[in-house]
């Protein structure tokens, strides 16, 4: 039977952390036995906020080099940089074509990039999720590996696909979100306030890349209370998002011991921080020092993404040839 197809990307601003890799990077390296996993830093779409020019290269090797050390292998997937992939820009162009002004400014996360940064509302910010789309779309993707956050974009990419296929013909599959377990996962910022993100309060974020010490420091000083006084109570949402991540990382059985203490009144969120900080520490440290190493060696990365993106172009190229045929390009 063919395997099924699977897009993935993660955008290069900034260090990976715990939401990227429990919302995503830890569903690729599952998905890379059983399916056909095209998987790619988002470079392109980083270039919305401007980066310096100089931060682009380590940017994306790092996020390269973690996803690696997380477990990802090379040779099982097609692992590429967006922008060594034309097609790409190509297929954005054409869904462009099918994407309206007013859908897309009532996109949650254009409107909220608009609230933070006014001074740079540019196009690109707006066609984001075509972008996204096209990435998706250009395999002709079922299977998107994603977190939370990215929900509402998958769903455009099925609009895009469904208005694409009643004018043009039928060609492209729905891509849905993928998940291993019922729920997509959001990890929280360890302070309590939204979502653990690369770029807001770097103290409530644990990086891959953090040290031992000072993953230590950030889970202890993560947000708790006084604890619950009714058995059985609701457990607020931060609380919800230790046990998330002590459900990850601590051995089986360990999170049960804390949840019967919450449901019985008599949990110490001390002692839950200070197992749930060892058992990050092992978890978190092979991936640095990894990721460490293979940072240093470029040529490798190198060779990683130009074999990445031969194995990307070889699918994009036959996607642009039909697409082409389909709007009537082809003369
Ligand atoms: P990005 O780079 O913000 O995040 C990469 C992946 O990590 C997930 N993620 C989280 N999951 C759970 N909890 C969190 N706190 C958390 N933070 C991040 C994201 O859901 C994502 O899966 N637009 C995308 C990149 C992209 C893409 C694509 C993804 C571009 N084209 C095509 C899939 C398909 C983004 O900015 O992800």
């Given at each position: ?121 540019n196009a690109g910010l707006l066609t ?204």
């Amino acid at each position: 039977m063919e395997k099924q197809i699977v897009v993935s990307g993660i955008r290069s601003t900034g260090y990976l952390h715990l939401g990227n890799y429990f919302g995503a990077i830890q569903n690729y390296i599952k998905m890379q036995e059983e399916y056909n996993c095209y998987f790619f830093v988002a470079d392109y779409h980083s270039l919305t906020t401007h980066p310096d020019p100089k931060e682009l290269r380590p940017s994306v090797f790092r996020v390269l080099s973690e996803n690696i050390a997380s477990g990802l292998d090379p040779e099982k997937v097609a692992l590429y940089a967006q922008s060594d992939v034309p097609e790409i820009p190509e297929l954005y162009l054409m869904l462009n074509m099918l994407a309206y002004k007013g859908e897309l400014e009532k996109v949650p996360t254009f409107k909220d990039k608009v609230r933070q940064h006014p001074d740079n509302v540019n196009a690109g910010l707006l066609t984001y999720p075509v972008l996204m789309a096209a990435d998706i779309l250009i395999h002709r993707a079922v299977k998107v590996p994603v977190g939370k956050d990215q929900e509402q974009h998958l769903e455009m990419a099925r609009n895009f696909a469904q208005r694409f296929n009643s004018r043009y013909g039928e060609f492209f599959p729905e891509p849905q979100v993928f998940r291993f377990s019922d729920e997509t996962v959001k990890i929280m910022s360890l302070d309590g306030n939204g979502k653990m993100s690369k770029s807001e309060n770097i103290n409530a974020t644990i990086f891959l890349s953090d040290d031992d010490d000072t993953i230590r420091k950030k889970i202890m000083k993560a947000k708790t209370d006084s604890g619950p006084t009714e058995h059985n109570s609701v457990m607020p949402d931060y609380i919800q998002n230790l046990f998330v991540l002590m459900n990850a990382v601590s051995a089986p059985g360990i999170t049960d011991t804390y949840r019967s203490a919450f449901n019985g009144c008599n949990i110490r969120y001390g002692d839950m921080k200070k197992q749930l900080a060892e058992d990050m520490v092992a978890f978190v440290g092979p991936i640095r020092e990894k990721a460490a190493e293979l940072y240093k060696d470029e040529d490798t990365l190198r060779k990683i993404l130009k074999d990445g993106a031969e194995k990307a172009r070889a699918s994009s190229s036959v996607t642009i040839r039909e697409a082409r045929k389909l709007m009537g390009i082809n003369y």
